[in-house]
């Protein structure tokens, strides 16, 4: 397969000479689940996916059968520009367009289900009106669950801008501030490091600003969207993480913010204290903390994911701090989540994942615990499996510091 220069190299920067190597290992990815699902091409159309295959974001279709070269059929404004590339303006157009390239109609084709309109994906079987019509949702998030190595190193970059952050977080912070207040600080230093000031979240159903803070009892206010930790948010058209509260002494600050800098995210939370740290409070966090140290060295290829989420409930147990583990008035069922172009991708660690971990997934690990009135506790990080066990990539201090 060559590709040629792209004078687009902003926008698609995977197809260009610079990461050709990149853009065919993903494409080898992908093939690999497509043959295990028996599926002769996929169209991709979601955001995420053409963010995956070509390093950019436009309005268009990736077209990637199991034995030919893939083509990209790009919609205005996008203009076609490299080797692969095939301007169209509607969907209509791609069979009569395959066929004049001397592509066969695939057998059984894969549509991105689970990330598509109901009316998209109807429209899109018609292209394809000879072919069975199949989901390609498990295709893409098998071939995405493992990263490159080009991903980690972007990972590893979200994570030294992450921790440059969380860094200046005690300084953002001002007698009586409301939750709301702290946490608008927090994101002007966000974006002023270089995030990009939003969160790819998977799901129709999942939504989030730029992260969450949580003080005192807003922590135990539960939230329809299955994160770890909920809050009443200031609107019921949001009702997640801060509240406008006016934080007081006594009270925990959760901070979990927005890691993303460059397409890809890390997740970490830390947590500060106003005034003395209560005993209870600080117990609890040292328990998170000593889950965090259990799972890494635990973790490694191989490992049953289950296991490290029973692991971590029976290290709550033993503290005696059960009923107060991932929430208090509604708990989750993870301790965990793969992360990457998406903030909760594949794995889900939690009781009945009977998967194992795999080197190069990247992985963060909130085991979080919720104090009624006084607020929410825990540390977050994320790691990449590497052979040998976890590496941080958010190694930033995780005392419970006073604020």
């Known amino acids: 397969m060559s ?4 004078r687009y190299k902003m926008n698609f920067p995977l197809l260009t000479q610079e990461l050709e190597e990149e853009f065919l290992l993903r494409v080898s990815k992908v093939r690999l689940a497509m043959e295990k699902y028996r599926l002769d ?7 995420v996916n053409i963010f995956y295959m070509t390093g950019g974001v436009c309005r ?7 034995d030919r070269e893939p083509l990209f059929f790009v919609i205005p404004p996008a203009v076609a520009a490299g080797a692969i590339e095939v301007s169209i303006r509607k969907p209509e157009q791609i069979a ?51 990263k490159t190595p080009y991903e980690i190193s972007r990972m590893r970059e979200d994570g030294v801008k992450h921790c440059a952050v969380y860094s200046r977080i005690d300084r953002c912070y001002k007698e009586d501030m409301t939750d709301l207040e702290f946490q608008i600080e927090i994101e002007r ?11 790819r979240v998977a799901g129709s159903k999942m939504e989030i600003n730029m992260g969450s803070l949580l003080a005192g009892p807003n922590a135990d206010v539960p939230s329809p969207y299955d994160f770890s930790m909920g809050g009443a948010g200031v609107d019921p058209s949001l009702p997640v993480g801060a509240s406008g509260m006016i934080m007081k002494p006594g009270m925990s600050v959760m901070v979990d913010m927005n890691g993303g800098f460059n397409g890809y995210q890390t997740d970490m939370t830390r947590c500060w204290f106003i005034g003395k740290v209560d005993d209870k409070a600080r117990k609890a966090h040292e328990c998170s903390r000593a889950i965090l140290r259990d799972l890494e060295s635990f973790a490694r290829p191989g490992v049953v994911i289950g296991d490290m989420y029973r692991r971590a409930v029976k290290i709550a147990e033993e503290a005696g701090l059960s009923q107060y583990f991932m929430g208090h008035a509604h708990k989750v069922a993870f301790i965990g989540h793969g992360v990457g172009i998406e903030l909760n991708e594949a794995p889900v660690i939690m009781d009945r994942n009977k998967g194992l971990l795999e080197e190069n997934m990247t992985i963060a690990i909130e085991p979080k615990f919720v ?30 510091n006073e604020l």
């Not at 590709?3 to 792209?6: E, F, G, P, V």
């Not at 079987?125 to 498990?138: G, H, I, L, N, R």
């Open 371 to 400: 104090l009624p009135s006084v607020g929410a506790l825990g540390v977050e990080n994320t790691y990449v499996v590497t052979a040998d066990g976890l590496e941080n990539l958010t190694p930033f201090n995780e005392n419970l």
């Open 189 to 199: 230093v966000l974006r002023l490091e270089g995030c990009l000031g939003f969160l």
């Open 3 to 6: 590709l040629t220069k792209n």
């Open 41 to 47: 091409a996929v169209l991709l159309a979601s955001t």
């Open 60 to 66: 268009g279709y990736f077209y990637l059968p199991v």
């Open 96 to 146: 009569e367009l395959l066929a004049a390239r001397g592509y066969d109609m695939p057998v059984r084709v894969g549509l991105e289900f689970d990330d598509l309109y109901y009316s998209e994906v109807e429209r899109l079987k018609k292209v394809f009106a000879s072919s069975e019509v199949c989901d390609a949702t498990k295709v893409m998030r098998e071939a995405r669950v493992v």
